[in-house]
């Protein structure tokens, strides 16, 4: 099938490229002509696992191509996702401009029908206001072409994002209209072969089904970290809790796990923007305003140890970091944790020392020119000269390593960890100390 994806970012990439893969004929349309250059040349703008050679394949193929002509995409697809970012706007609220854009220059260029389908996450009634968008133009135009607007909302997870996408768990179709839902249907068959996976619903509620998946989940952390936190008080283990609660099949283990908050490019701006939208119809969302609240405490956890541990003063101490990114196996540094930790290290006259095994750059790009962080080749190299070590990120490289080596290269013999990740009685035995979230201990 003909298919063209506005936006070439973690979504609008990988949908690209999975659907490539299964044969559709997919054009890729962006506003950034770099991005796109790169990507004609074979270079990948994100880390993603196992993106880089799908893209290359379908791309040599001809499968999938790349380009800022937004007309030659609109003419292209019968099928036009819009996979462009929503970030949160001042208030929170989901800032818009980039999908109207995107359904405005649809509307300019479309000669005959159109699938629109929002892939992007968007408040509730985002349709519809799409679809006045377009009619809108047209009219301007005086061209009497038909369209429909679908809601096809994406979960994938950054760091799994082609796996997700060649077996989503479910696929969400927000639509009233029956050819629409044939023609989806159609183009994720080569998805849906196991079982039916495809959830059809109205538009308002698939549109709401993203932010609900998006705020249950950040629910689910910053319950836990609230209880890591009584934890930590009343001298219990989180980890002996959460293995206690998770045994309940009503609660499951999944996705339970205490930390030093949750980051990316979804839960802040999901959480936000539902707050925000519930606002709008006269309704106070009180359990995402505390989501929020706690995630917002919880990211300066590692900062208040630290400060607490060096007695407020941590003017020319080194910090050795490990982890970047917001979770493993991406360089998404988008609201991390780690990054609100060296913020306030900065602003309090410590270094930091630093080693992520893919958010380098991102970093380096963010923080061009911040002459107290230094980004190290190794998570070795990133403990020489340093005064403490602290985990912000669970990336697998760091869950078993050369502990009698950390101790001889720290100057003060303490780890701060944000993901649990080890057992605080095992690196006592190394003379370590050790502070987790929520392991009975405080400082
Ligand atoms: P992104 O920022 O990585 O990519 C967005 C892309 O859109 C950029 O390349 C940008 O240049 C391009 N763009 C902006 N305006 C454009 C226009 N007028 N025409 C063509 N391209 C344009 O964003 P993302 O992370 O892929 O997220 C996209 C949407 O999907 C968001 O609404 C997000 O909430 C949602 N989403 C993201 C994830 C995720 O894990 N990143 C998961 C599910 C849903």
Same mark, same amino acid.
């Given at each position: 099938?003909k298919v063209?994806?506005f936006?070439?970012?973690?979504?609008g990439?990988?949908q690209?490229?999975?659907?490539a893969?299964?044969?559709? @004929?997919?054009v890729? =349309?962006?506003?950034?002509q770099?991005?796109?250059?790169?990507?004609?040349k074979?270079i990948?703008?994100?880390?993603?696992?196992?993106?880089?050679?799908?893209?290359? &394949?379908?791309?040599e193929a001809g499968?999938?191509?790349?380009?800022?002509?937004?007309?030659?995409?609109?003419k292209?697809?019968?099928?036009?996702?819009?996979?462009?970012g929503?970030?949160? @706007?001042?208030?929170g609220?989901?800032? /818009?401009?980039y999908?109207?854009?995107?359904?405005?220059?649809?509307?300019?260029?479309?000669?005959?029908?159109?699938?629109?389908?929002?892939?992007?996450? =968007?408040?509730?009634?985002?349709?519809d206001?799409?679809t006045?968008? =377009?009619?809108?133009v /047209?009219?301007?135009?005086?061209?009497?072409?038909?369209f429909?607007v679908?809601?096809?909302? #994406?979960?994938?997870k #950054?760091?799994a994002?082609?796996?997700d996408c060649m077996?989503?768990?479910?696929?969400?179709?927000?639509?009233?209209? +029956?050819?629409?839902?044939?023609? /989806?249907r159609?183009?994720?068959?080569?998805f849906?072969?196991?079982h039916d996976?495809?959830?059809?619903?109205?538009?308002?509620?698939a549109?709401?089904?993203?932010?609900?998946?998006?705020?249950?989940?950040?629910?689910k952390?910053?319950?836990?970290?609230?209880?890591?936190n009584?934890?930590?008080?009343?001298?219990a283990?989180?980890?002996?809790v959460?293995?206690?609660?998770?045994?309940?099949?009503?609660?499951?283990?999944? $996705?339970i796990?205490? %930390?030093? %908050?949750?980051? %990316?490019?979804?839960?802040?701006?999901?959480?936000?923007?539902?707050?925000?939208?519930?606002?709008?119809?006269?309704?106070?969302?009180?359990?995402?305003?505390?989501?929020e609240?706690?995630?917002?405490?919880?990211?300066?956890?590692? $900062?208040?140890?630290?400060m607490?541990?060096y007695?407020?003063?941590v003017a %020319?101490?080194?910090?050795?970091?490990?982890?970047?990114?917001?979770?493993p196996?991406t360089d998404?540094?988008?609201e991390? &944790?780690?990054?609100?930790?060296m913020?306030?290290?900065w602003?309090?006259?410590?270094?930091?020392?630093a080693?992520d095994?893919?958010?380098m +750059?991102e970093?380096?790009r963010?923080?061009a020119?911040?002459?107290r962080?230094?980004?190290?080749?190794?998570?070795?190299?990133?403990?020489?000269g340093?005064?403490?070590?602290?985990i912000c990120t669970e990336?697998?490289?760091?869950?078993?390593p050369?502990f009698e080596?950390?101790?001889?290269?720290?100057? @003060?013999? =303490?780890i701060?960890d944000g993901?649990?990740?080890? +057992?605080?009685?095992?690196?006592?035995?190394?003379?370590l100390?050790?502070?987790?979230?929520?392991r009975?201990?405080?400082?």
């Amino acid at each position: 099938m003909k298919v063209t994806v506005f936006g070439i970012g973690y979504v609008g990439l990988v949908q690209a490229a999975v659907l490539a893969e299964v044969g559709h @004929d997919v054009v890729c =349309v962006d506003v950034d002509q770099n991005k796109v250059d790169n990507l004609e040349k074979g270079i990948i703008p994100i880390y993603e696992p196992g993106l880089t050679p799908l893209v290359k &394949s379908n791309f040599e193929a001809g499968r999938v191509v790349f380009t800022t002509d937004a007309e030659k995409g609109v003419k292209h697809g019968d099928l036009v996702f819009i996979a462009v970012g929503t970030p949160p @706007d001042e208030d929170g609220s989901a800032d /818009l401009k980039y999908v109207l854009a995107v359904a405005q220059t649809i509307a300019m260029h479309m000669q005959a029908h159109k699938i629109i389908i929002n892939k992007s996450t =968007v408040p509730v009634g985002t349709a519809d206001r799409v679809t006045a968008k =377009v009619t809108e133009v /047209l009219a301007d135009l005086q061209k009497s072409v038909s369209f429909d607007v679908v809601s096809n909302p #994406e979960f994938l997870k #950054e760091g799994a994002a082609v796996a997700d996408c060649m077996r989503p768990d479910r696929i969400i179709l927000g639509t009233s209209s +029956e050819r629409s839902e044939k023609k /989806l249907r159609e183009l994720y068959a080569p998805f849906n072969r196991n079982h039916d996976k495809i959830i059809v619903m109205d538009v308002r509620s698939a549109e709401l089904t993203k932010y609900a998946a998006n705020c249950m989940l950040a629910t689910k952390i910053s319950f836990m970290n609230e209880i890591a936190n009584l934890a930590e008080l009343f001298g219990a283990d989180v980890e002996n809790v959460r293995k206690g609660i998770g045994s309940d099949p009503r609660i499951g283990y999944q $996705f339970i796990y205490p %930390g030093c %908050g949750y980051g %990316g490019s979804c839960f802040p701006k999901d959480v936000q923007a539902l707050v925000r939208s519930a606002k709008g119809v006269g309704y106070q969302a009180k359990v995402l305003e505390a989501v929020e609240a706690v995630n917002y405490r919880q990211k300066e956890k590692l $900062f208040d140890y630290i400060m607490r541990y060096y007695k407020n003063d941590v003017a %020319g101490k080194t910090i050795a970091l490990w982890g970047l990114s917001f979770k493993p196996n991406t360089d998404d540094m988008r609201e991390a &944790s780690s990054r609100v930790l060296m913020e306030k290290l900065w602003e309090q006259g410590a270094r930091v020392q630093a080693y992520d095994p893919e958010a380098m +750059e991102e970093t380096q790009r963010i923080y061009a020119g911040q002459d107290r962080l230094s980004l190290m080749g190794t998570k070795e190299a990133a403990l020489n000269g340093a005064d403490c070590l602290v985990i912000c990120t669970e990336w697998q490289a760091f869950r078993a390593p050369d502990f009698e080596l950390i101790k001889s290269k720290i100057a @003060d013999p =303490v780890i701060f960890d944000g993901r649990n990740l080890f +057992e605080p009685a095992l690196i006592s035995e190394y003379g370590l100390h050790y502070y987790g979230i929520g392991r009975g201990q405080s400082i």
